[in-house]
């Protein structure tokens, strides 16, 4: 009979090889899943295999889907294909730059989780997570050079003749808004920040036809001299931000007056920001003239938010991204913003509702000069050469 230490020796060896054929068989396990088994559906039944085409189609729900036509797509496709284009590896084919760019849009234009969107797309949530950042990424460097580029005189003076001829307010550059973007970031994130509640200040000078003409996106933490300090604020400072030359209200024999940019109180009054009047119940005529006109320059400011959430609503939550990643994706959207109005417009029903939150009002410092400048504009706007038939109505 064999001994003892014979047996045991040979129960030994027999457990080695077990475990070896089980840690092969898991191995091969795992090479056969290197694709989670409902992420190989992805090129049949994900929405972007199974549902482009038929969507292409139907131009009003392809609209709705991407939230923009068939060919503003295709342009803009056009003009990124090559940054989104990936090489083919020997374990798997890469993801074409339109399933890219289409999952990108989804999730702006949704704001869904990326969990979310893995059941639909039938992509690794980390890999959509890659997919939209890299994408919005390079969105905004291959569209801001077209739609947000740096404002000229000539640009502002344009601006400017928009608002005469529309909002029938003169020397106004643009109307001036400020708006908090919330901001959620992850428990995993590394950021000193996590935990806290996060917002980014986003400033921005729209024109009449609700595009963004000056765009900036900044961490703000409750500071009040954010516009001093933003790239804005100190280029109107050293005036090297090419704002026209001061220039006489139409019809009026008044001094020269600064071009402007038409605030709400989220900004302080200054040289080239006016400010409405406040303690509405102490106000006089020419002064609540004054606050009604500037409220209609100022809302093409609120319009160009309103169509940027209408259109891109993963501004209706905060966002659970990393500032940085966050910072990205708000920075896509704006320039897509432009990007669809210049092609296509905007539907004046998107207009009338504003979800962004304001950044709060701002104690203004007023010189002489600045308040005489304002007193001037009220002035006029209530003299023959500046008033409007209907600007009585209800004061």
Known sequence: MPSRRFVAALLAIVLLLRRRRLREEARIQRVRNWVNPLNSQRLASGQFHARLTQLRQCPESFRHYLRMSVSSYE???????????????????????????????????????????????????????????????????????????????????????????????????????????????????????????????????????????ALELCMYEGDPSLLRRSMIGRSLAAGSLHIPPDKSLPGSQSAPLPHVFAAGKTF???SHILQPYTAESDLSIPQKIFNYRLSRARRPAQCAFSLLAKKWQIF????????????????????????????????????????????????SYDSSAVVDMRETYAAYFTSPEGELPLQYEGI
């Open 268 to 270: 302080p009054l200054s």
């Open 75 to 213: 342009q803009l496709l056009a003009l990124v294909r090559d940054d989104l284009r990936r090489t083919d590896t020997a374990m798997r084919r890469a993801i074409t730059p339109e399933e890219r760019l289409v999952v990108t849009l989804r999730y702006l234009a949704t704001g869904s989780s990326f969990a979310s969107l893995h059941y639909e797309f039938l992509m690794g949530t980390s890999t959509i997570r890659g997919i939209v950042k890299d994408t919005c990424q390079i969105l905004w460097e291959r569209l801001c050079i077209h739609e947000i580029p740096s404002p000229s005189s000539e640009t502002w003076g344009n601006v400017s003749d928009g608002f005469l001829r529309s909002n029938h307010f003169p020397n106004c550059v643009g109307a001036l808004a400020g708006k908090h973007v919330r901001v959620r970031q992850p428990m995993s994130s590394a950021s000193p920040l996590v935990n806290r509640p996060v917002h980014l200040a986003l400033l921005a000078v729209a024109d009449t036809s609700y595009r963004f003409v």
């Open 316 to 363: 209706l939550k905060p966002i659970p991204l990393a500032v940085d990643f966050a910072m990205t994706v708000v920075k896509a959207a704006c320039v897509l913003h432009n990007y669809v109005l210049r092609r296509e417009g905007c539907v004046l029903e998107d207009t009338l509702e504003d979800p962004i939150p304001d950044m709060p009002a701002q104690l």
